[in-house]
């Protein structure tokens, strides 16, 4: 009698005889490494990133503490053809950094968090492995250096920079990976590259922009100095949402004409709430004349405010929204972020028109059943983010003054992995998303709205145009060059063709 195996049945015997050679591959290399496999107790919590939306099931779990571990374990991937998904802070809206799919070796780099300053140089090599509210708080204590990432404290420096990286110190000094100077990555042969501006330079202007190239283990970075680090002004101002036509349009014309000293977001909640809220490196005297051109615009007073004229490190620390006023207790940041969540972007090179402040205000008045928070962030952009040609780096958003960032919200904080849904409200913000870009198409004339990669979207139409615009046939050339088998690879990833 001949024996029929259906297909599937060949497929998950081939990827279990795959997983277990991966698995002693990795088993072999110890040294202070260390693979978490699926029936390891620890491994759900371990595969789990930021987002608990997404469950996806990874072949191991690599944690190396050296680049050697890392340059093995390329080897044992390649070795049974398994897909490799780097982490650093696990904060990929679209848990890219678990691969995206089921049976990916995930390699966890949270361990690589050394930074070791070089103060003549004023330069700093930023292991990938640091979140950001760690790695502000070591460069404040060696010296009070400056690293423009974001404020969320617990995303890490190593997808924040590659993808861009944008925060209250932006407009400023740019954005993240305008700060970096050199960049080492394991590569899919598993050896080590030193890119930067004279060797592997295609390599190092990809990685300003995009990821998935390979293993980036550290940044050499340039260290900033804000003016006077211990004299610098953080401030919120609410007004009732009610409010929104006449801040947003005080918004529009202030915004781009503000000081670089300034950075701000406008959040405006669907809860009723519209708050700026922002950060300028001066003292707390110069702040009215800083803002004067926007407060006289909106015309009404705010209903709240909070102004605090302090160290560049407690303004830090403010935003990060850590329920302490302790800046050492940024070694060990908590997010204070929903487990459940979707977001996407859009960019603005002209200010908002009256249409489409009409479509977030008739979306930011019907909150979707069943989310805990439904709100968007109005970053102001430009600055010395602008002043960057728009062929140095792959991030190619060099002409935006507004970058809009949409969020809805669901579950507790204690709900279990992959379990809550919320199809209201992912069908409240891709109709959000859809009617903001309906607009934006009439008005800018073109097809493709720009987007912020950071805030990366499974669904985003023509993402690779609105990521990478011209820079992405370019992408796609160093990715061949770089990574031909795709060994890095996530679903929206850099293709080979
Ligand atoms: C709550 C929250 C707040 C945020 N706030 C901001 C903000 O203020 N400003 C801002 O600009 N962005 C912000 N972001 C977006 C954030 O910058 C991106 O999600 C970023 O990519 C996360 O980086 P990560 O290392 O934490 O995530 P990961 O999930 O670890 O990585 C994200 C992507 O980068 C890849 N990657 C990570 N590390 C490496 C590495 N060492 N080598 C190669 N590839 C790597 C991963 O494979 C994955 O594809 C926020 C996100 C969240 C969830």
Known sequence: MRLVVPLSLVCLLAHHAHSASLIQCLSGIQDGSKVIVPSDPVYPKASLGQDYRFTYKPAAIFIPTKEK?????????????????????????????????????????????????????????????????????KLWTAGKYAFPGGTCPTVGVGGLTLHGGYGLLGRKYGVAADQV???????????TLVANKNQSSDLFWALRGAGSFGIITSFKIALQTVPNPDVVTSFTYDWPASQHSAVLAAYNTWGPKATNDVTTELNWDSAGSLELQGLYLGPKSNLNGILKGFMDAVGSKPSASDVRQQSLIDALLRFTWMDTTNPADMLHPVAQDAKYMKGNSLLYSAPFSGQTIQIMNKYLSSVPSGSTGAYIIVDLWGGQVNNVPISETAFIHRNELFGIEIVVEWGNMNAPPGKPDCPACLTWINNFYGDLATQYRKEYKINTVPAYQNYIDKGLPNWQQAYYGAAYDRLKQVKRQYDPSNRFQFPQSIPLN
Not at 118 to 132: I, M, P, S, Y
Not at 181 to 190: F, P, Q
């Open 69 to 137: 571990h890392i340059q093995t374990a390329v080897i044992c991937a390649n070795a049974n053809n398994v897909t490799i998904a780097p982490r650093s802070g696990g904060h990929s809206y679209e848990g890219y950094s678990q691969g995206g799919k089921n049976g990916a070796l995930l390699v966890d780099l949270y361990k690589l968090d050394s930074v070791s300053v070089d103060k003549n140089a004023r330069t700093a090599v930023v292991g990938t492995g640091n979140l950001l509210a760690p790695l502000y708080y």
């Open 181 to 191: 100077l050199e960049i080492t990555m394991v590569s899919a042969k598993g050896d």
